[in-house]
């Protein structure tokens, strides 16, 4: 597990079971391949919540330490609001934490985590240098991945994962916030 230390106690026991719960009734993981706009062949992986009370989805956020809470509203009345990941790396720590505590949807989680792993060992890297990890520690506060990313000629998933494993979480601000979007 490549979490923090400050994000492990926030995630007690009791919360993980209680999260595993809520995600086998209310939560969605979708792992597909798709083709980008270059014709590279990739694989899109999706690891959510969908509820309608805002507060639970941002207290989930904020003991994991990753996600995003957001309004989906197709149709309906009442408002509708997800927590999703989309960061193979978050997504695999998420799986194998509340994997001991599933009861109804352990097969599904066991199948989507072989095909996240099976595909992440097969990616081809690119050797990070030390200049491009110290431009990262110096920026990963004052920039966005995306920004990061351009500086760096990396996707932005790459510099999701190196801030993972450099335990670089909490601090940094969100894009709309760097860029002051609505």
Not at 27 to 55: E, N, P, Y
Not at 88 to 94: G, L, P
Request: hydrophobic share 35%.
């Amino acid at each position: 597990m490549n979490m923090s230390n400050k994000t492990n106690k926030f995630l007690t026991k009791t919360f993980l079971a209680w999260f595993a719960g809520f995600w086998e009734g209310e939560g969605h993981i979708s792992v597909r391949q798709c083709t980008t706009r270059k014709g590279t062949r990739t694989q899109a992986c999706r690891f959510g919540l969908t509820q309608t009370s805002k507060v639970i989805l941002d207290e989930i956020k904020t003991r994991f330490g990753f996600g995003e809470v957001y309004e989906f509203t197709p149709a309906r009345v009442k408002p509708v609001f997800k927590w999703e990941v989309f960061t193979r790396a978050y997504i695999i720590d998420v799986i194998n934490l509340i994997l001991p505590f599933t009861k109804f949807r352990t097969m599904e989680l066991q199948r989507k985590l072989r095909l996240i792993e099976k595909y992440f060992s097969t990616m081809k890297k690119r050797k990070w240098t030390k200049d491009d990890i110290t431009f990262l520690k110096k920026n990963y506060a004052k920039l966005s991945d995306w920004s990061i990313g351009k500086r760096l000629n990396r996707k932005t998933e790459a510099i999701r994962e190196m801030r993972h494993r450099l335990n670089l979480l909490h601090q940094r601000p969100l894009c709309r916030e760097v860029y002051k979007v609505p």
